[in-house]
Structure formats: C-alpha cells, structure tokens
C-alpha cells in the first residue's frame, strides 16, 4: 500500500511543472532586469519609448496584448526590432516565464 501512496506522489509531483506553462515569479525576475528598462514597471512603455513609437509600443497590462494567445506574444515579441539583442540572450523557458507575469500584470 505503501508503494502506491509513493508512486502516486512521484507522480503527481513530476506532473506538476507540465500542467504550469510559465513560472511568473521568474518571469517578473526577468522583466525586472531585462524588460522594465524599456517597457516600464506597468508594461505601459517607458515616456521615451511611447514618444519614440506611440501606437506601435502597445501597453502589455492592456486588452490588446491580454487578448493575444502566447504564440501571438512569443511572435510579436520575437518580431520587435528591438529585441533582436535580448533574443539572442534568452534561455529556452524564459518566455514562457515572462508571458505567465505579463498575464499577472492585466488590469
Ligand atoms: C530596448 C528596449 C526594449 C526592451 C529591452 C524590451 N522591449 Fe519589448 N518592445 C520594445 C518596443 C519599442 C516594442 C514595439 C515596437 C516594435 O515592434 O519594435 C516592443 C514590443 C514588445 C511586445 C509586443 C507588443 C507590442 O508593443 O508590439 C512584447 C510582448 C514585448 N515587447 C515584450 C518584451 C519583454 C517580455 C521584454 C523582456 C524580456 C522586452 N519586451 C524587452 C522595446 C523593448
């Protein structure tokens, strides 16, 4: 019985991080040091980004980007001309990390 219980347990254990796509704690890691400087705190863009690009920066807290699919923000993001350094930088998951906080971030 014993074994059952252990069995049940390991599984359910190495089930756990499959069900999560994204971990946001990481996520909000991550857009802290390498995505605030531009994006602001709020996901609304810095003043001088919004200057610079107005309707082509799109506030992440906002409906547009909220409504998009994670694929929709994995190509956007992959898309935007200034990422093209940090693209290069990312680990494998770390969007998917930074995806799961910019949902926390909807109003
Ligand atoms: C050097 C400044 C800069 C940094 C750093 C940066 N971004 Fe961006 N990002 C932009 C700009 C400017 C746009 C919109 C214009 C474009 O398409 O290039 C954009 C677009 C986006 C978009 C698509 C929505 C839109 O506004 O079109 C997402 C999602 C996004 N960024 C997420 C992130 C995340 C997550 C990070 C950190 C891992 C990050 N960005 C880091 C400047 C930056």
Same mark, same amino acid.
């Given at each position: 019985m014993k074994t059952i219980f252990l069995s049940i347990g390991f599984i359910v254990a190495m089930s756990l991080p499959l069900a999560a796509a994204g971990d946001a704690a990481k996520g909000k890691e991550l857009y802290t040091k390498r995505c605030k400087i531009c994006h602001a705190d709020d996901g609304a863009g810095t003043p001088a980004l919004q200057k610079k690009y107005g309707a082509k920066l #799109?506030? #992440?807290?906002?409906?547009e980007v909220q409504a998009m699919k994670d694929p929709d923000i994995t190509k956007s993001f992959s898309e935007a001309v200034n990422h093209k350094a940090l693209l290069k930088s990312l680990q494998p998951g770390d969007l998917d990390n930074v995806i799961a906080y910019i949902r926390t971030m909807k109003k």
């Open positions: #799109l506030p #992440l807290a906002g409906k």
